[in-house]
Nanobody
């Protein structure tokens, strides 16, 4: 399995931006599909964005589409989530995940059970 460590969370005002990073180790990073999920207090973990092994295919939830951008640098074994126009409802713990069995994103890209490696999470708080 791939080991994942997120960073870049913090406190930001509504309308601001943050970039999350997820550093991977222990596997062949460029071969695995990756995802970002988030969990707000009292709510279930939800899908935010996903990217294929090459970075050529990306998907977003409706809640973040047009504001967030997922990308990856396979030379640095790192995946990013650029978050712009942040809203208070984006407040959550953000988790990076990896599907070590797949290079491509299948139709289940939004389901947490697809991913077999998870980071510890990074807190994002957006104030109004």
């Amino acid at each position: 399995q791939v080991q994942l460590v997120e960073s870049g969370g913090g406190l930001v005002q509504a309308g601001g931006s943050l970039r999350l990073s997820c550093a991977a180790s222990g596997g062949t990073f460029g071969n695995v599909a990756m995802g970002w999920f988030r969990q707000a207090p009292g709510k279930e973990r939800e899908f935010a964005a996903a990217i294929s092994g090459s970075g050529g295919t990306t998907y977003y939830s409706d809640a973040v589409k047009g504001r967030f951008t997922i990308s990856r640098d396979n030379a640095k074994d790192t995946v990013y989530l650029q978050m712009n126009s942040l809203k208070p409802e984006d407040t959550a713990i953000y988790y990076c995940s990896a599907d070590s069995r797949n290079y491509y994103l299948g139709s289940d890209y939004y389901q947490s059970r697809k991913y077999d490696s998870w980071g510890q999470g990074t807190q994002v708080t957006v104030s109004s």
